[in-house]
T-cell receptor
Framework: KNQVEQSPQSLIILEGKNCTLQ??????????LRWYKQDTGRGPVSLTI?????NTKSNGRYTATLDADTKQSSLHITASQLSDSASYIC?????????FGTGTRLTVIP | DAGVIQSPRHEVTEMGQEVTLRCKPI?????LFWYRQTMMRGLELLIY????????DSGMPEDRFSAKMPNASFSTLKIQPSEPRDSAVYFC????????????FGPGTRLTVL
């Protein structure tokens, strides 16, 4: 069964600290994996997209990694800011379909 | 471009009423997607169009849901009759290309069915 699982469900960190969000998937065949950031009351915004051959991709303080062998991806946030408080959603594309994780709710506190 | 535009932003209606949600995609995009988001189920893809033609509506929950795209700049999602379990945030997104390219989401319509 094609699934996308994210962990943790929620996370609270202090401003300035780093954190890592996890996405494990069982989707096959695999086309790409995308991380979205969703601020409260807004639509998701794409942070990164990774294909099978890509191991790491950065977007400012956001760095995504992909291990296609173990079917795991992580999103690392460096030097967190209050504006990083949001939900982060992992979406995997494969076989002509999209599969969504339920997201990680990140709260950054001063 | 102003991005994807959705209306209304909020809709409160009573069970049994017809609800119509509207979307204007980004000009030049050839794919349009309708999503539903709830706390319990997260984001769900309901239906998507390519060049105004519905391609996959397997995510539409029931016959009460229907979507149209009469032209490249307008789409509607209709629920008739509405039920309390339809309460959710409905997003429209558009992209150039299907799943390989970035989808740009609208601000969503928060629907509450009493």
């Amino acid at each position: 069964k094609n699934q996308v699982e994210q962990s943790p469900q929620s996370l609270i960190i202090l401003e300035g600290k780093n954190c890592t969000l996890q996405c494990n998937y069982t989707v096959s065949p695999f086309s790409n994996l995308r991380w979205y950031k969703q601020d409260t009351g807004r639509g998701p915004v794409s942070l990164t997209i990774m294909t099978f051959s890509e191991n790491t991709k950065s977007n400012g303080r956001y760095t995504a990694t992909l291990d296609a062998d173990t079917k795991q991806s992580s999103l690392h946030i460096t030097a967190s800011q209050l504006s990083d408080s949001a939900s982060y959603i992992c979406v995997v594309s494969g076989g002509g379909n999209l599969f969504f994780g339920t997201g990680t709710r990140l709260t950054v506190i001063p | 471009d102003a991005g994807v535009i959705q209306s209304p932003r909020h809709e409160v209606t009573e069970m049994g009423q017809e609800v119509t949600l509207r979307c204007k995609p980004i000009s030049g995009h050839d794919y349009l997607f309708w999503y539903r988001q709830t706390m319990m189920r997260g984001l769900e893809l309901l239906i998507y169009f390519n060049n105004n033609v519905p391609i996959d509506d397997s995510g539409m929950p029931e016959d009460r849901f229907s979507a149209k795209m009469p032209n490249a700049s307008f789409s509607t999602l209709k629920i008739q009759p509405s039920e309390p379990r339809d309460s959710a945030v409905y997003f429209c997104a558009s992209s150039w290309g299907r799943f390989g390219n970035e989808q740009f989401f609208g601000p969503g319509t928060r629907l509450t069915v009493l």
